[in-house]
């Protein structure tokens, strides 16, 4: 007789509240510990300076990543004037000064307002991005640091909070919410280019992943004690617009037949059979739903 199979994790979402100092892939690693599965992954990376919301799927909740990584994101984070860093963040070493003690309100004001709405802006050099196939991270430790073509991103909100003086530093404290690929750490250095006194990140917690908020995350020891996921179920609704299926069309989604499109455009919908059961995400193209990934064997 042949070994029993070992029971695998139940299929769900974890919002984990990451502690500062750990990686996203660390937080991976130790919540495939915790579930007893190899079939864990995150959506959203966070550096390992930041704090707060990292969405992990595990199981079948995996294939939902790659769609709940478009969404948008909210911030709150600690930008210091006064000082350049190789990393754009307190993580780096400290490439040059000047005083801040004088950025006036209106100044700061206005090199806000330029970091807001629809914005092109260049990644990081120490970031994941690929460039020839190789991290832009790695290459410029390396010394050959890329040049990194400016993005489109959205920054709907960027908000002082409060600004706190430090002798020739100036701390200010934001909050941002932004699209999907904004770098926070970014925005610091270019306010800090604008007001010519350069700036860096000092703290950033992650306070909302599209629907996912600090307020339901879970920290590692929490989960450590107790164990559980989001339902599949629960976290798709939460995060996609409903489609519900027939009995008919639930089986033709599993058995990979495409429906006639639902008017729902290229936004993925949460497709859920009579009984509950998440069937599918789809997606219309050309008139009819095409599956982005089935759920049900």
Do not use: N, W
Request: hydrophobic share 45%; with cysteine; aromatic share 4%.
């Amino acid at each position: 007789m042949g070994r029993a199979r070992p029971v695998t994790a139940d299929s769900g979402l974890v919002i984990v509240d990451k502690p500062g100092g750990m990686t996203s892939h660390d937080v991976v690693a130790r919540i495939r510990r915790l579930a007893g599965t190899r079939k864990v992954g995150h959506a959203g990376t966070l550096d390992p300076m930041a704090t707060g919301v990292l969405v992990v799927g595990v199981e079948k909740a995996t294939r939902l990543l790659g769609y709940l990584a478009l969404t948008e994101k909210q911030y709150a984070a600690t930008i210091r004037l006064g000082q350049v860093t190789d990393s754009d963040d307190a993580d780096g070493q400290v490439t040059a000064t000047a005083p801040a003690g004088g950025v006036t309100t209106e100044a700061l004001a206005a090199a806000v307002a330029g970091q807001t709405g629809d914005i092109q802006q260049v990644p990081p050099g120490i970031s994941a991005i690929k460039v020839g196939g190789k991290r832009a991270y790695k290459l410029t430790r390396d010394g050959a640091a890329p040049q990194l073509a400016p993005r489109s991103v959205t920054v709907r909100e960027l908000t002082v909070q409060a600004v706190r003086p430090a002798g020739d530093l100036l701390d200010v404290d934001v909050t941002v919410t932004c699209s999907s690929g904004t770098y926070i750490r970014a925005i610091a250095r270019d306010i800090g280019a604008e007001l010519h006194t350069g700036g860096h990140l000092t703290a950033l917690r992650r306070t909302r992943v599209g629907p996912y908020d600090i307020a339901a995350a879970v920290t590692l020891d929490q989960l450590a004690a107790s164990f559980a996921v989001t339902p599949l179920p629960v976290a798709a609704a939460a995060a996609f617009p409903r489609r519900d299926l027939t009995a008919d069309e639930a089986a033709k989604v599993a058995h990979g037949v495409k429906l006639p499109a639902a008017g729902t455009g290229a936004t993925p919908v949460a497709a859920f059979g009579p009984d509950g059961t998440l069937i599918a995400l789809l997606a219309d193209e050309a008139g009819r739903a095409r599956s982005l990934a089935v759920f049900v064997p």
